[in-house]
Every structure is written in structure tokens, then in C-alpha cells.
């Protein structure tokens, strides 16, 4: 079968225990399985679509702890490397009343090389390009020379596999050392993409645009563009025309993962039918209210994977949905 792959950080989030505390007042953080990619990719697997990660891991307990995790989660991990002399990267995450969380700071000190910055352009498995169908990834690796040469590798097999790319901006000032690098390699990654999720503050600080329309006209080549924006509607650009989708209120508990989730069901979605079909309105649709189902039940309980939701539980979500209305 076809797969997806995932491409980019495994790290654990440290999630404080205390609501609304700032970083020096919380007395008890909680680790959890963390990473864009490594969340998308997990959540793919829960939903049933094959799916490998491509990363970087530290040959410390964290890194051998991560592989074990992901391997019980059913991601294909061949493609994670192990740097013998390098950190797995923690990230302490404070949360607000709402749940909504805040990222403070990194393991280590300013001397910690983190194994995620490290992927090497050499060692990416190029068999698992030539039957995959998506390559999932976000832009922190860009942060980093060297995993910056993987992406570019990676993205030229895509190309030459005839790969689709989806790129979920995932913007994160705080794992750059130069934000404003982002200007420059942004536009060289989008010149590979196919699918293009963000959030809507994203789009205003890299775009100035907040329609997805708008943005389509800029990079005409993108085949579809999500924007979701936390509690708000979810807007997006599929088959040729703009729409959008409420999301789905709920009692969240912790947003970590929200949009990972949301892109994995997204993309678990559109995996099992022929691209094609995104030209059917109510197809775009019924994928979208898949995916907003998703990122809402995700944020019902702590951490960004062991809070995904199964198929069946997304589809009992939105029947229940449908009977009310």
C-alpha cells in the first residue's frame, strides 16, 4: 500500500500540571510524546493509513524511549535516525485557563545541540518515497542548516516520485535563532507544496493575507489550502472554491496537538479516495468536518497523541453532531 510520510521532530512535551502559571511557579511538569510530524504521524496510524516517520533522535533514554513509543503507536520508524552525540529535545509547555498553552523554554542550556537540528540529508531512506502518496512536514527543520539540506533532499524525492507535498507552517519563533531567516526559505519550500495548512495568525505574519482565495491567487500552483483558527471557523480553498466549516465547541482541557490531529484526520480523509473527488463540494466538506471533529475531541484530555481520537470515535462525534441539528 501507499503510505504517508511524515517528515521532522520527535521531542517530549513537558506540560505543567498547574493551570495558569507562569514557567517559575509551576511545581510539576508531566512528559508527553510530542512533535509536530511525530503527533501527525501517530494519529494517522490510530486512524488506520500506513504511515513513516523521518527524524532525528539523541542516542540518550528520551530518544530510545520515543522509538519505543512510536513503534506501539504503529508508525513505521526505519526512517528515524540516531545521533550518538546529540540531545532529544524537550519542550516545557505552560497552559492559560482555556487550556491553551504557551512554550517557555528547552531542556538543556545554550550549549545543547539538539538531535532534531541534526537529520541528515544522506541517510533518508529513499525507498519509502517511491510508494508514498503524501509527505507531511512543517517548517522548524528549516531552522537548522543541516536538517534544512534533509527537507531540500526529501522534497526532490518527492518531486521525482511524484510525492504530494503538504506543508503545515507550524511557526515557532522560539526555535530560531534568526526568525527572520523564514522570509527567505519559505518561499522555496512552498514552490514544492501541494496542500498548505496554517493557522490564521500564521497567515498574517507570513502572507498579510488571511482568505485562503487570496492566497491561492499568490501560489496558484496550491492544490488546497486549510486555515483554521482555534475556536473559530475553519476556512479553506479546495476544488477551486473558498468555503468554510464551524468548528465543533467542546470543554477543552489541553489544545496541545489540536492541529495535528485536525491535519492527520484531514489527510486520512482525502488518502483513501482519488484527489479528484476534492473537486465535489460536499467531498471537500464532509473531509473538513472529519478533520474539525478530530482537533476538537483531541483537546478533551492531556498530551497531543494519547488524546487522538479513532475513526470510530470521530464518526460517533459527528453523528451525534448531525442528530441535534
Excluded at 502559571?21 to 510539576?28: D, G, H, L, R
Excluded at 495568525?201 to 488546497?224: M, N, V
Amino acid at each position: 500500500m501507499p503510505r504517508v510520510i511524515c517528515l521532522g521532530e520527535v521531542l517530549i512535551d513537558q506540560i505543567a500540571e498547574d493551570i495558569g502559571a507562569p514557567y517559575e511557579q509551576v511545581s510539576s511538569w508531566k512528559p508527553y510524546f510530542g512533535g509536530a510530524p511525530a503527533n501527525v504521524a501517530c494519529g494517522l496510524a490510530k486512524l488506520g493509513t500506513p504511515v513513516s516517520l523521518i527524524s532525528c533522535v539523541g542516542q540518550d533514554a528520551t530518544g530510545t524511549d520515543l522509538l519505543k513509543q512510536l513503534g506501539a503507536a504503529g508508525v513505521e520508524t526505519s526512517g528515524v535516525q540516531v545521533h550518538p552525540e546529540s540531545t532529544t529535545r524537550e519542550v516545557y509547555v505552560t497552559r492559560d485557563a482555556q487550556g491553551d498553552r504557551s512554550f517557555a523554554r528547552f531542556n538543556g542550556d545554550a550549549q545543547t545541540v539538539y538531535a532534531d537540528t541534526l537529520m541528515s540529508a544522506e541517510h533518508l531512506p529513499e525507498h519509502l518515497f517511491a510508494d508514498a502518496k503524501f509527505l507531511i512536514l512543517g517548517t522548524l527543520g528549516l531552522s537548522s542548516p543541516q536538517t534544512s539540506r534533509a527537507i531540500g533532499r526529501a522534497l526532490k524525492l518527492a518531486e521525482e516520485n511524484f510525492v504530494k507535498v503538504v506543508v503545515d507552517v507550524n511557526w515557532r519563533a522560539m526555535f530560531w535563532k534568526n526568525p527572520e531567516q523564514v522570509a527567505k526559505l519559505l518561499p522555496v519550500l512552498l514552490k514544492y507544496t501541494d496542500f498548505l495548512k496554517m493557522t490564521e495568525d500564521e497567515a498574517k505574519l507570513l502572507f498579510r493575507l488571511t482568505s485562503p482565495a487570496a492566497i491561492s491567487q499568490a501560489y496558484s500552483h496550491l492544490e488546497g489550502i486549510l486555515l483554521t483558527n482555534g475556536d473559530k471557523d475553519c476556512r479553506y480553498y479546495l476544488g477551486e472554491r473558498q468555503a468554510k466549516h464551524a468548528v465543533f465547541p467542546v470543554h477543552s482541557i489541553d489544545t496541545t496537538g489540536a492541529g495535528d490531529a485536525f491535519l492527520a484526520a484531514f489527510i486520512h480523509k482525502i488518502y483513501h479516495r482519488p484527489l479528484t473527488h476534492l473537486l465535489d463540494p460536499k467531498f471537500a466538506n464532509e473531509a473538513i468536518a472529519y478533520a474539525c471533529a478530530a482537533g476538537a475531541l483531541t483537546t478533551l484530555s492531556m498530551g497531543a497523541i494519547t488524546a487522538q481520537p479513532s475513526d470510530r470515535q470521530i464518526r460517533e462525534f459527528l453523528a451525534m453532531r448531525e442528530t441535534k441539528h
